[in-house]
């Protein structure tokens, strides 16, 4: 092991181990992980070349694809900091993330070009965009920074080796965006020590192997999704790439013909999974490990999930990016616990805490605090937020992370989890900050106010829905109201169902009390 | 109305197109980022409420449902199919 670890050398040992074996296939491309390795370092060169320097922030913005996995590789060893963006992203707010980390670079696919024609003249600090994919790029685009397709800034770097290691392990490896109770999204700091640790954990409490064939549906902007990468380099594993869930009987075709044998989803995939009535069981007879992330599974899925994983053994799991994972239950003890999220992950140490910061003991209901080399380094550039979530721990100087989550922990130390202290929503895995809608809606012209909230859903966990007061003497339609959510968030963002109310309740204070909204 | 016609209607109602002309018969309903996988369970939804079709578990691939076109062509052939069914 190299004396300054660094997350990349998953990627380098192992293609030094197994130059040959695959290490990706999508969409009928496949990437050795010699491929892998020799591409990340051109990428790596050329970004050098054109002006990006250690801790600069490098922004991936594509679809599940091998480019996207050559990216995120190359920026790591070109000393740079990335950041994955949900591909769902749209312009205001790509922009918005992108003057948030004052991103160096932006590579974009060409798909989502016109996301990026939208934000990037908006960005001043981006001074190189790169287009991933195959399709050439149209002349009015040469007005963007130093542009540049992929290939060419691959094309005459040198393959064989990245540029020179700058960082330390305690320097910042990624920046990943979650929403925040403020409205704006805020991104998680995490070093590559951060990042060792967690996939180190995770890959050793699934017991994931070489031999393993791994799929990756969920995207590599989503935490979990970009881990199924990260581990996979580091077993040597073979990761099968898909877009997403959309058209489930092709996602399913593949998991058959790529013989896969782990299986990583969340709950809204396995609810869609669920629906699916003709699933044979015989085709997923080579899966067997089953991994849920972002919520619990619903005891009737995890039902579904034995009967249509025959051979698997299913891992409910929790975490948050702030920390990426805290818990998972052993899967020996499913039957036994299915609504616990189970016991902390190797390398973690977790209690709650009242509100006056002081331990509790079991069956009592408190906030999450995970102390561990997992916990982010802070938000990017919020102190203030910072502070909230991180804070003394035990050791002088360190400091753990106040998750703000409620949980209980039983008498044999198995986690369940209760609720959020603040309003975020959780739709189909991913958070939803209620006052981010809020903001799209109140720019509606005619409305007043706004008040947005979760309400259960099967499928989503919870569906996003809209209270809007309008001005007096104001016609707004509902579509109106989604229309401008859709153009502005992304889609798990955009209310399902909106109701236009006289007025909202309020406190004493005057400030709207969503707990009497259902 | 054609079939066409009526699934552009209702996916320009339903979702965020930037430019309602762009949108084609060939646009690739989810590369284009106008739909999303919540999104094509609201279409095979609509299509199945609206031509009354079943649309199998089997037959959810970008073949059968990734443009207007080939969703306009798998609702013809599952029309056909039906008619059959009843014919004979």
């Given at each position: ?50 002006g990006v320097q250690r801790g600069d922030r490098v ?19 070109a000393n740079a900091v ?21 991103a160096t670079a ?413 | ?88």
């Amino acid at each position: 092991m190299n004396a300054v670890p660094q997350l990349h050398d998953f990627l380098i040992e192992t293609a030094q181990k197994k130059p040959s074996a695959e290490a990706l296939t999508c969409q009928g491309k496949r990437l050795t992980y010699g491929e892998l390795e020799a591409r990340s370092n051109a990428l790596a060169n050329g970004l050098l070349r054109r002006g990006v320097q250690r801790g600069d922030r490098v922004m991936v913005f594509a679809e599940n694809s091998p480019e996207a996995a050559i990216a995120f590789w190359g920026v790591l060893k070109a000393n740079a900091v990335v950041s994955m963006v949900n591909p769902l992203t749209r312009g205001d707010k790509l922009a918005f993330l992108l003057n948030d980390c004052r991103a160096t670079a932006l590579i974009a696919a060409r798909g989502l070009w016109r996301v990026v024609l939208e934000a990037v003249p908006r960005a001043p600090s981006v001074k190189l965009v790169v287009a991933a994919g195959d399709d050439p790029l149209p002349m009015s685009d040469t007005e963007l920074p130093g542009l540049v397709t992929l290939p060419d800034l691959e094309a005459g770097e040198t393959r064989t080796s990245a540029p020179p290691r700058k960082n330390l392990d305690i320097d910042l490896a990624s920046l990943i965006y979650t929403s925040g109770s403020t409205g704006e999204p805020k991104a998680v700091m995490l070093t590559h020590r951060n990042m060792l640790t967690a996939a180190t954990s995770i890959s050793t409490y699934l017991e994931l192997e070489g031999r393993d064939v791994i799929l990756g549906v969920l995207p590599l902007a989503f935490d979990y999704g970009l881990y199924q990468l990260i581990m996979a380099t580091k077993v040597g594993a073979r990761l099968v790439l898909e877009r997403d869930f959309a058209f489930p009987a092709q996602v399913i075709a593949r998991v058959i013909e790529e013989k896969v044998t782990v299986f990583p989803g969340v709950p809204t995939l396995f609810a869609r999974m669920a629906e699916m009535k003709s699933l044979d069981p015989q085709a997923f007879a080579l899966v067997r490990a089953v991994t849920n992330t972002a919520a619990a599974l619903h005891v009737k899925h995890i039902e579904h999930l034995k009967a249509t994983f025959p051979k698997a053994r299913i891992y409910s799991m929790y975490g948050l990016t702030e920390c990426k994972r805290c818990t998972y239950l052993p899967p020996q003890d499913l039957d036994k616990k299915p609504t616990s999220v189970g016991i902390a992950i190797p390398n973690t140490e977790l209690w709650l805490v009242d509100e006056n910061d002081k331990r509790l003991g079991p069956n009592q209901v408190g906030q999450l605090v995970i102390r561990g080399a997992t916990v982010m380094r802070g938000y990017w550039e919020r102190p203030e937020e910072t502070r909230k979530k991180l804070k003394a721990g035990p050791l002088p100087g360190e400091v753990v992370l106040y998750t703000g989550d409620l949980c209980r922990l039983d008498e044999d130390g198995y986690l369940t989890f209760v609720g959020r202290m603040d309003d975020i929503i959780k739709c189909r895995g991913e958070k939803v900050a209620p006052k981010e809608v809020e903001n799209v809606i109140v720019d509606v012209p005619g409305v007043k106010e706004a008040a947005v909230i979760g309400v259960p859903d099967e499928v989503l966990g919870q569906a996003v829905k809209a209270y809007v007061v309008l001005e007096q003497g104001a016609t707004v339609q509902e579509r109106e109201v989604i229309k401008a959510c859709q153009r502005r968030l992304e889609s798990f963002m955009v209310p399902r169902t909106v109701v236009f109310v006289p007025e909202l309740p309020t406190t004493d204070t005057g400030k709207i009390k969503k707990s009497g909204l259902t | 109305m054609d079939v066409q016609h009526r699934l552009k209607r209702f996916i320009v109602e339903n979702f965020y197109v930037s430019e309602a002309d762009a949108l084609s018969g060939d646009t690739h309903l989810i590369t284009s980022g106008i739909v999303d996988s919540t999104g094509m369970l609201e279409i095979i939804g609509f299509i199945e409420r609206e031509f009354g079709i079943q649309v199998d578990d089997g037959e959810t691939t970008p073949e059968n449902l990734s443009s207007i076109d080939r969703i306009a062509a798998f609702v013809d052939k599952k029309s056909v199919g039906r008619a059959a069914a009843r014919a004979s």
